[in-house]
Structure formats: C-alpha cells, structure tokens
C-alpha cells in the first residue's frame, strides 16, 4: 500500500530528526525554562486553580476523571478553560464550577498559537496554579510566559521548559490515564479501575441513534452503509438518523426520510448530548458523538478504523465495537494508524471498507435485542 505523504505534528517532526532534534529540543527547553524562572518572580502567592482543557467535544469526556480530582482537592476556586462547545458536557458533572470560554478562530496557524485576547483572558483569571490536560501547542503557545505560581501538565518534550512539573505524555492506553498522570505531581489518585468503569443507563423505550459521521474521513465506515444498516434495523426498531444541522445532502436527507427513518438534525452540542440522554442504543464511527453516548451510560455500537481501540472503548458488555484489523492498523502503544495521525494520507481506508454491513448487524442485533423495545 503506498501512502501520500502529510503534515507531520511538531513535536513528531523533532522526533524523527534525531541529532538535530536533540539540539533543537535542549535550545527549546533553555529558553523556555530561563523565561519561566523569570515569570514566577513575578507570581502571586494566592489565586485560582486554573484548568486547560482545550479538547474536541469527544475528547472532553476523557478529562472528566482527572478534572473531578482536581475539583475535590481545590473546590470552587477551580476554573475551567474550554471551547465553548465542551462546556454543556462538563455542566453534566461539575455545575458549581466557573468556565472561561474560547473559541477556535481565537487561535492562529491551524489552532496553534493563541491570540492576545486569549492570554488576557487566561491572565485575568489571576492563576496561582495552572493544570494543562490539553498537552499540545495550543497549551504551551497559551501557557507560555504565563506568571503563575505553578504550572502542571502534559506535553511534548520541546516544551518541557514551560512547566515547573513536566509530565511526559504515556504511550500506553487509556486516554483517561494520560490526563490522570498529568495531575499526579500534585494529585495522587489511586482509584483508576474503579474511575474507568462505565456507568450504565437503559431506556428501552428509546430510539436507536445511527450517527454516520468523524472528524476524519478515515474514521467514517460511510453515509450510504450506515442508513441501509438502518433500514434493516428498522423493521424490528425505532430507528433515527443523527446528525449535525445541514451534514446530510437535501437529496440523501429525503431518500433516508422516505425509507421511514426519521432524520434527527442537532444544531448545538447541547441538543445533541439531549437527544443521546434519550436514546436506547446509540451505533456510530469511533467519534464524539460515541464517547458521549459512553459517557452517559449508554449501550453503544463503535466502528472503529484508524483509532486503537484500547484507548478508548469502554470495557463492558452493553459498550461493544467492530474493527477490521489490517498491517497499517495502529500497533500496540500506539493510539493512531498513520494516516489519523496526519502523517500519511491514505488511500483507501480499507480497514473501513472492509468490514460488510452484514457483519456489522450481527453485531448489533444482540444489542438491540437486550437493550431496546421491538416495534409492537
């Protein structure tokens, strides 16, 4: 299989470059730790607990453990920062706790480095101790030069320098546990099983959800197969559509409602997360949506592609997935095959295209027969 060369992250970039990026990472980390040392000179000895948590709406649920240990020690002078479109899954657990919202088009360069409004925010907040759980440049361009009395987290080893307590990001599973250890020097948390254990919540009564749609199209199994998978669950099931206002083509959207399926069109995250709370089972790619539907307890059917399943798939009986696993899957310790980590554009996602529909409503018929109410 040939693959198409693509952007590769920085941090990757450094890496592969070995004695140049050795060099490159001891320069990097000089400068950010001398310029740090300079900042904290000029820290207040009180203030807020601070939280970076700048994720996609999937990955919020991740940080979810570790922000609730943050919570418990600091209490109601924690804020979090997020993109506004985390904040109605946060409110689910944390209701008494402030936010201090951004948006994307507040960062340059791809999300990259943060604008000034950003940092005026974040210095406005009057932060004594700052949690970084994004772990990325986004945080560190936000973080750097901040005059905090300390500052925790994960990243990349070239910006080591910008953190009093560096923690190197894991390779191995789960997502829950990266942001778990980057509390650690501060948090001890000894509960991990007991926090990673799914919840449950069953109404039979419910719909069941098919959402068709990733952020990457590596991660998509396909609009076409996901509503003739529909179809046949139909005929036993209540069956709806999901997704995002205006994702769906007109003429799709009328052939799909003229099959008998209704099409459910979410247009806020809060709408979404409603209509999830609601469902019976919900059957999608490996995608927010998904590790939204995980986090509420629901039974879920995941396709998953590029993504290593150990990562981040629940382990339960009612929370169960499908992946067809090729030579180019993402190996052990590793979260993404190379094409999801931006590395190499690939060709023909044939881990997805592999997997028949067939197979995938073998899966599922069990599921749907346990946990959802037949048509009378």
């Known amino acids: 299989m040939k693959f ?13 470059i070995k004695v140049v990026g050795l060099l490159i990472h001891t320069i990097l980390y000089f400068i950010f730790f001398v310029i740090r040392q300079i900042n904290k000179l000029f820290s207040f000895d009180d203030g807020n607990v601070i939280i970076i948590a700048l994720h996609r709406l999937g990955d919020t649920t991740f940080t979810i453990h570790a922000i609730r240990k943050i919570v418990e020690q600091y209490g109601s002078k924690t804020i979090i920062v997020c993109f506004s479109e985390s904040v109605p899954i946060y409110k689910l ?16 360069f791809q999300e990259r480095i943060a604008k000034k409004n950003v940092k005026q925010k974040l210095k406005a907040l009057n932060p004594f101790v700052i949690f970084d759980l994004t772990g990325s440049m ?19 080893k070239a910006f080591r320098g910008i953190y009093d307590n560096y923690v190197k990001i894991r390779e191995m599973p789960r997502l829950t546990d990266i942001y778990l250890d980057a509390i650690s020097p501060l948090i001890q948390v000894n509960d991990k099983y007991e926090l990673n254990k799914p919840p449950i919540a069953i109404n039979p009564n419910g719909k069941i959800l098919v959402h068709p749609f990733a952020r990457l199209k590596e991660k998509e199994w396909g609009l076409r197969k996901f509503f003739s998978l529909a179809e046949k669950l139909n005929v036993d099931y209540d069956v709806s559509i999901v997704a995002q206002m205006n994702n769906i083509d007109f003429d799709i959207r009328q052939e799909i409602i003229n099959s008998k399926i209704t099409v459910i069109q979410t247009n806020s995250s809060e709408d979404l997360i409603q209509r999830i709370s609601e469902c019976s089972l919900f059957i999608g790619n490996d995608s927010g949506p998904v590790n939204i539907a995980n986090f509420l307890g629901k039974p879920t059917f995941t396709i998953y592609g590029s993504t290593n399943p150990a990562y981040t798939a629940p382990n339960s009986d009612h929370q169960i997935y499908a992946q067809k696993v090729l030579k180019c899957s993402a190996r052990q310790n590793e979260k ?18 592999q997997l028949t529909e067939e197979e995938i409503f073998e899966y599922i018929i069990p599921l749907a027969r346990k946990y959802c109410s037949m048509r009378t």
Do not use: H, W
């Open 4 to 16: 198409k060369s693509q952007k590769i992250p920085f941090n990757e970039f450094l890496n592969r």
């Open 93 to 108: 657990v944390f209701r008494d706790i402030e936010f201090c919202t951004v948006e994307r088009r507040d960062f340059y």
């Open 336 to 353: 993404l095959c190379l094409a999801a980590g931006e590395i190499y554009c690939c060709p023909g996602i044939q881990c997805m295209n």
């Open 138 to 156: 986004i945080s560190a361009a936000l973080l750097f030069k901040m005059k905090a009395k300390k500052i925790i987290g994960i990243n990349g």
